[in-house]
């Protein structure tokens, strides 16, 4: 958020179809024919749903933070090489997902240039966030789960997060580096695990799912504008776009299990999540105009239904060093996650679209 102004998932997907299936083969010699084809017909009906996500794997949620917010990534600076490491842990995953790359010359990775010199409020913020080699570029991730029909396919969501943070700054309490687990490693991590779920499934939603990750938010939002004009599918296409933004602890302002949706009132999106099942309210600060302070924002402007889904409660971690793993409440995260994956598979198959209600559209 900008200041102001495996394979566990994969067996338990399984695992109820399977075991159904066994239940109907040990009973087999008590049972007539026609009983037993109805409980192998419901055995496969229960893996047919269509677009059923494979279920979320906590402890994946879990690892990829651990990596992202270790010490040993030195708070993903911004344009830094440190970035640019947490970018190719993401491209490996989404290749070992099966996705399809989005990036530049058939890799996961996108290189976002950025100006030089940066902007001049830009260089005085970050003289307190010393980088030990120039910021020239950025780097988004981008990963493709083709849509399984053919007409609907060419329609996309977008699911995104950021994954730089402040990197290595002034020292509170003895420590320097600013983790950004909750900023944003929570939102990256639940962008991987949705990527994992829904290429896990054993039907691909019918419509594109993009999967995206973006450089350099912190410092302007250079990847998500270099991206802007380099979607691999046409930005008319994408019927809608959730950014993941600091969800690893719960918000006083609203009930435990909940999240809150940046705009709630300005489209008919996460009203319709809502009535899908996601744990989704409006967003209870708006004094903080939070739609206006992520990724999401210039994609709105670009005419894109673009909202950003946040648990932030105004936590004093937010940008300082103590922005760590320790400090996030799993719980919260994985129910989050767990909460939101069925109504984004639903609306990745719906050939419902979202839209801007009168005077919502920024
Ligand atoms: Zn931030």
């Known amino acids: 958020m900008a200041a102001g102004a495996g394979s566990v998932g994969r067996r338990s997907a399984w695992a ?11 009973i087999t010699s008590l049972l007539p024919a026609a009983v037993l084809f109805c409980l192998l017909a419901q055995a496969q009906a229960v893996g047919a749903t269509p ?45 070992d997902f099966g996705l399809k790359p989005g990036g530049d010359q058939g890799s996961f990775l996108e290189k976002a240039p950025l100006p030089n010199p940066l902007p001049a409020a830009v260089e005085r ?4 966030f010393p980088s030990t080699e120039p910021r020239r570029e950025s780097w988004n991730v981008v990963g493709i789960l083709p849509g399984a029909d053919p007409a609907m396919s060419k329609d996309a969501i977008l699911l995104t997060a950021h994954l730089d943070h402040l990197g ?19 939102g990256v991590a ?38 802007l004009s380099h979607s691999p599918v046409p930005l008319s296409r994408i019927v809608a776009n959730l950014e993941f933004e600091m969800i690893g602890r719960p918000d006083p302002a609203i009930s435990q299990q909940d999240l809150w949706l940046t705009g709630y009132s300005r489209s008919d999106l996460g009203p319709e999540l809502a009535r899908h099942g996601a744990h989704l309210v409006a967003d209870p600060h708006p004094a903080q105009h939070f739609f206006r302070r992520s ?7 670009a005419g894109i239904v673009a909202q950003t ?21 799993f719980t919260h995260l994985n129910s989050a996650v767990a909460s939101l994956a069925p109504p984004i598979a639903w609306l990745a198959s719906t ?12």
């Open 295 to 301: 990724d999401n924002y210039d994609l709105a402007r």
């Open 51 to 95: 677009a059923a996500p494979a279920p979320i794997c906590f402890r994946c949620l879990r690892a990829d933070i651990d990596f992202l917010a270790s010490d040993q990534l030195q708070g993903r600076g911004s344009g830094t090489r440190n970035e640019h490491v947490a970018a190719l842990f993401a491209a490996s995953l989404f290749a």
């Open 190 to 227: 639940a962008v991987l695990e949705l990527a994992r779920s829904f290429a896990h499934a054993r039907r691909r939603p019918r419509r594109t799912v993009l999967f995206v990750l973006f450089g350099s938010e912190e410092i302007g939002g250079y990847g998500h504008r270099y991206f």
């Open 125 to 128: 913020r970050l003289k307190a």
């Open 168 to 186: 290595i700054g002034p020292a509170r309490n003895g420590d320097t580096i600013y983790n950004g687990a909750d900023d944003d490693a929570s």
């Open 351 to 362: 050939r419902w679209k979202p839209s801007w209600r009168p005077g919502g559209k920024p």
């Open 16 to 26: 109820p179809v399977a075991s159904l299936a066994m239940t109907a083969l040990a």
């Open 309 to 329: 889904i946040s648990s932030f409660g105004l936590h004093a971690d937010y940008h300082q060093p103590s922005d760590e793993i320790g400090r996030l409440d």
